[in-house]
């Protein structure tokens, strides 16, 4: 069953081209990971080796299942929806979703996270139960065991969409089979009322994976060449700043992009299993084969570089949640809060509020916190150094998702809010960073 009528947030115009991109992008995800994979493993993290390896054997440098790797990865996930189920939290709640429902969500985050590492940590090198390096040891067999997992994982979430949805009136049918596969259906597949399938999915096996596969890419680091560079040293600690802080204000998470207006499929189910512990981990890969000494005032500045994005990022997304929260009625940088009280329909035909704040770091653009990751991903590549472009994957990755996020928002909120969006980008007439766009 769809939405009752269409609104704003139910998208359901899909170009053939734009079916075929996700047929495509859905038949060779896994392609660009195990890329990586392969050249990191076999040719030092050289993009173009292969190319010229006149010995190269597909069969030789692909990676392969095992039961080990399948069993650890069948683990970790059965381990974090545990902890996600079993932990206390307090309940947050997200933003109104188009048909006008108002979500609890459970935030026990920064526990599974702490439980995780300590677990881990304790483990490997206080038990010895395994070497803290296993992740990084069976990578191939691991990068198998995801994909097996992002891929049925994403089929079930279109059966369930189909067949037993959460919320029928907040799903959305494109029409295309491969576009309702690859971007999803429903808004908020759950289990029960508090299992939200999304928000397990890139919290827990995903972003909890991040400063774990990292720890372990040290560790081997340290096994291979006898020390942890202070590159790596520098990298672990922006990775674990930016997990730590996502998890400490997960009460946000429910509000951004990802929970409030992404449908759940391929696109976030793949991307939480694969992507995002592969791809956003590769400096630390890099690393490993290609360790890298920074000198004190590189270092510092890298240092200064990222930590400078993280306050934007911080003290941005942190002036939105103030003014939201407190309907206005706040001060920003010392003065009262200036914003736009807009309007909007629900698909229920329900008027709500909502407001756009236009004081602080959301006077300068619309998305300054983006322009403010933009300058810690610079950093996380930049202390990789200039042997080889892959760990700067990471920048033009963000660049990339950024960009197109900030264009994605600009149609749905000129959708949702109209005359009052006008208003904004005419107080507000950057987008990302003033004077480029
Ligand atoms: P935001 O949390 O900034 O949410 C964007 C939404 O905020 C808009 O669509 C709009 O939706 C609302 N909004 C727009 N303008 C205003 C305004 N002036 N005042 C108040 N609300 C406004 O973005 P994301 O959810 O994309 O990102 C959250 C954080 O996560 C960011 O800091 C981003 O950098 C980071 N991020 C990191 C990624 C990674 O892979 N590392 C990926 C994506 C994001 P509405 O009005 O409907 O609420």
């Given at each position: ?7 704003w ?81 307090k ?5 109104r ?54 891929y ?14 959460s ?64 590159s ?21 998470y429910?509000?951004t ?54 306050v ?52 300068i ?6 322009f403010?990751?933009l ?38 909120c000129?959708?949702k ?21």
């Amino acid at each position: 069953m769809g939405p009752k009528h269409e609104s704003w947030g139910h998208s359901t115009k899909v170009s053939n081209l734009d079916a075929f991109l996700m047929f495509f992008s859905l038949a060779t995800s896994p392609i660009s990971v195990i890329y990586t994979q392969v050249v990191c493993t076999h040719y030092q993290c050289s993009l173009s080796a292969p190319f010229f390896d006149k010995q190269f054997s597909l069969g030789a440098v692909l990676p392969q299942p095992s039961l080990k790797g399948g069993l650890i990865y069948a683990g970790w996930v059965l381990f974090q929806a545990a902890l996600f189920t079993f932990l206390p939290g307090k309940i947050g709640y997200g933003q109104r979703t188009p048909a006008g429902h108002l979500l609890p969500y459970k935030l026990n985050g920064l526990s599974a996270w702490l439980i995780t590492h300590v677990a881990f940590i304790t483990g490997s090198l206080c038990f010895k139960l395994f070497p803290a390096s296993i992740i990084a040891d069976l990578w191939g067999p691991l990068l198998v065991a995801a994909n097996v997992y992002g891929y049925i994982f994403s089929a079930f979430l279109y059966v369930k969409g189909h067949y037993f949805s959460s919320h029928p009136d907040d799903n959305t049918f494109s029409g295309s089979f491969f576009t309702d596969l690859f971007m999803g259906i429903e808004l908020n597949p759950r289990f029960g009322e508090l299992f939200d399938f999304k928000q397990f999915q890139n919290g827990r096996p995903g972003i909890i994976a991040w400063s774990l596969v990292d720890f372990s890419f040290a560790a081997a680091q340290y096994n291979k060449i006898g020390y942890v560079t202070n590159s790596m040293v520098l990298l672990c600690f922006f990775h674990c700043l930016y997990v730590i802080d996502f998890f400490y204000n997960e009460d946000c998470y429910p509000l951004t992009f990802d929970i409030a207006h992404d449908h759940f499929g391929f696109y976030l189910a793949w991307g939480g299993a694969v992507w995002l512990p592969w791809m956003y981990t590769l400096q630390a890969h890099y690393l490993l084969r290609n360790p890298v000494d920074l000198s004190t005032t590189a270092f510092t500045a890298l240092l200064a570089l990222g930590l400078i994005g993280y306050v934007i990022f911080r003290i941005a997304n942190d002036q939105k949640r103030l003014a939201r929260g407190s309907d206005g009625k706040c001060t920003i940088w010392g003065k009262p809060a200036k914003f736009i009280r807009a309007k909007y329909t629900t698909a229920d035909g329900a008027t709500h509020q909502s407001l756009l704040l236009i004081s602080g770091f959301w006077g300068i653009s619309h998305q300054f916190n983006y322009f403010g990751d933009l300058l810690i991903s610079s950093a996380d590549c930049l202390l990789c150094g200039f042997g080889h472009p892959l760990p700067y994957f990471y920048i033009v990755w963000m660049l990339g998702l950024l960009v197109h996020r900030v264009h994605r928002s600009e149609t749905r909120c000129q959708a949702k809010y109209g005359r009052y969006w006008d208003e904004y980008n005419k107080v507000v007439p950057w987008k990302l960073c003033p004077y480029i766009y």
